[in-house]
């Protein structure tokens, strides 16, 4: 930071080499007039454009060409199936019990459990993001024990998620149902 002595030198050095001129009074028509001449010029169409269709076919091969080569790199990432027999039957009865319970949960859903749904739901997807994230981990570690297990983990995980909520959705039925009775014998 310059102290104030220093600011008052610099502005005392530099006092002749500032622009305190007046500009004359058509000054401001002949800035405009040389503007518009630019703008003009800029928006001018050359005749010469028979290369530009050939440009937009060339942009589109190489754009087909990357989303090829981005799904290529795509179909190489591993799941638990991928590295044998005994971790793709693993992984297919994880998948089937997911999928019952959130059947299970499905049958479930009403206004007094919605929002409990809708978080477990939340914690699925944040489950199922880190699960894609291991996919790629697995393929680029060559099939480490770690990741296996971590893989093993979130299916795990996923399936608690789905019986601590079908447990709590269980336990609002009783509740409801406890306080209905109480309220019919009274």
Sequence with gaps: MMKKDN?????????????????TLDHEKRFLKKLNKQELAHTTIPKNNFWKPFLS???????????FITTQQE?????????????????NFFTTTIARELTKL??????????????????????EKEYTALK???????????????????????????ENTLTQIENIKKLKNSTNENSTTI
């Design 7 to 23: 600011l008052d030198t610099l502005f005392a050095t530099l006092k002749d080499d500032f622009d305190v001129e007046i500009p």
């Design 57 to 67: 076919i060339a942009a589109t091969i190489a754009i087909l060409v990357t989303v």
């Design 136 to 162: 790629k981990d697995l393929s680029e570690s060559g099939e480490d024990k770690r990741v296996i297990y971590a893989m093993i983990s979130n299916f795990q995980n996923r399936i608690d998620i789905l």
């Design 75 to 91: 179909e190489n990432v591993y799941d638990l199936a991928s590295i044998s027999p005994e971790m793709a039957e693993t992984q």
């Design 106 to 127: 499905e049958t479930e859903t009403n206004p007094e459990t919605k929002l409990l749904i809708a978080d477990a739901m939340m914690q699925m997807q944040r489950l």
